[in-house]
Nanobody, 121 residues
Framework: QVQLVESGGGLVQAGGSLRLSCAASGSFFRINVLGWYRQYPGKERELVADITRGGSTYYAESVKGRFTISRDNAKNTVNLQMNNLKPEDTAVYYC???????????????WGQGTQVTVSS
């Protein structure tokens, strides 16, 4: 069983910064892609950024130049540094991990519990 625990959300004024962290625990063979998603009220969850095991990154157009995703494979963690935050960044942010099972070596996807980010104008 795998668990993802997120931290770092909070309330910040427009133009401020926050750093989100996510740690994976449990038994598994390997973690492949790690990503951060966000969800607005009444909307579907959307991809913000992701990162491969080798460090290749993807960013949604709306956050390019402001957010930075990183990971530490030895610690099984992924971070999202969010700078120059805007009110439209207000959402619940979720960590997602593509994890290869040590039992059958198939890929399964896991979600963190979510952390609230609120940006005031």
């Amino acid at each position: 069983q795998v668990q993802l625990v997120e931290s770092g959300g909070g309330l910040v004024q427009a133009g401020g910064s926050l750093r989100l962290s996510c740690a994976a625990s449990g038994s598994f063979f390997r973690i492949n892609v790690l990503g951060w998603y966000r969800q607005y009220p009444g909307k579907e969850r959307e991809l913000v950024a992701d990162i491969t095991r080798g460090g290749s990154t993807y960013y949604a157009e709306s956050v390019k130049g402001r957010f930075t995703i990183s990971r530490d494979n030895a610690k099984n963690t992924v971070n999202l540094q969010m700078n120059n935050l805007k009110p439209e960044d207000t959402a619940v942010y979720y960590c997602n991990a593509a994890i290869i099972s040590g039992m059958d070596f198939t890929t399964r996807y896991y979600w963190g519990q979510g952390t609230q980010v609120t940006v005031s104008s």
